[in-house]
T-cell receptor, first 113, second 112 residues
């Protein structure tokens, strides 16, 4: 079936560097793509979303890029901080999202001091 | 206070037992969801509800049932728990057609 997946299970970066987390998807009918952050022992937390007819969206210290040609999504985190350590999931919504989110498997971002 | 709460936070039970996980929200959202998370996997949808009178199966509903007792409460039941239902369970809420879902802290369930 349709799926959303990630290229790397773990990403280690130095504090202060920029982080790029990648995601591949297969559902061309997705309406929105969303990035969630899950810290240890907590539920996922919404970071940013992007509509499928856009190719870039910026938030506070984060940028999401969408390449529909190759069905690729990325989350860029600027000036990574220790508090950014978490598992990051990409998710997609299609058909208005009535049936919930379809999540990828997650990338564990580790911040090195 | 947390907007979405789940009880219990941790539960250990035995095969064959009936278990109920509860979710409450103070956000006033109409839509509620139950997800399951297994190690190395993303969250998968079990059931969702648009309002008290509307219940829908998700991707992995077999072995589970739900009850939407009120707009603010959505409970998940395992009628006869089995070991492969050991997982983290998350409740989430959403308002209308908005994209953001708000997740509870999760319930860690272990079935022996």
């Amino acid at each position: 079936g349709e799926s959303v997946g990630l290229h790397l299970p773990t990403l280690s970066v130095q504090e202060g560097d920029n982080s790029i987390i990648n995601c591949a998807y297969s559902n061309s009918a997705s309406d929105y793509f969303i990035w969630y952050k899950q810290e240890s022992g907590k539920g996922p937390q919404f970071i940013i979303d992007i509509r499928s007819n856009m190719d870039k969206r910026q938030g506070q210290r984060v940028t999401v890029l969408l390449n529909k040609t190759v069905k690729h999504l990325s989350l860029q985190i600027a000036a990574t901080q220790p508090g950014d350590s978490a598992v990051y999931f990409c998710a997609e919504i299609s058909g208005g999202g009535a049936d919930g989110l379809t999540f990828g498997k997650g990338t564990h971002l580790i911040i090195q001091p | 206070d947390a907007d979405v709460t789940q009880t219990p936070r941790n539960r250990i039970t035995k095969t064959g037992k009936r278990i109920m996980l509860e979710c409450s929200q103070t956000k006033g959202h109409d839509r509620m969801y139950w997800y399951r998370q297994d190690p190395g996997l993303g969250l998968r949808l079990i059931y969702y509800s648009f309002d008290v009178k509307d219940i829908n199966k998700g991707e992995i509903s077999d072995g589970y049932s739900v009850s939407r007792q009120a707009q603010a409460k959505f409970s998940l039941s395992l009628e006869s728990a089995i070991p492969n239902q050991t997982a983290l369970y998350f409740c989430a809420t959403r308002q209308g057609a908005g994209n953001e879902q708000f997740f509870g802290p999760g319930t860690r369930l272990t079935v022996l």
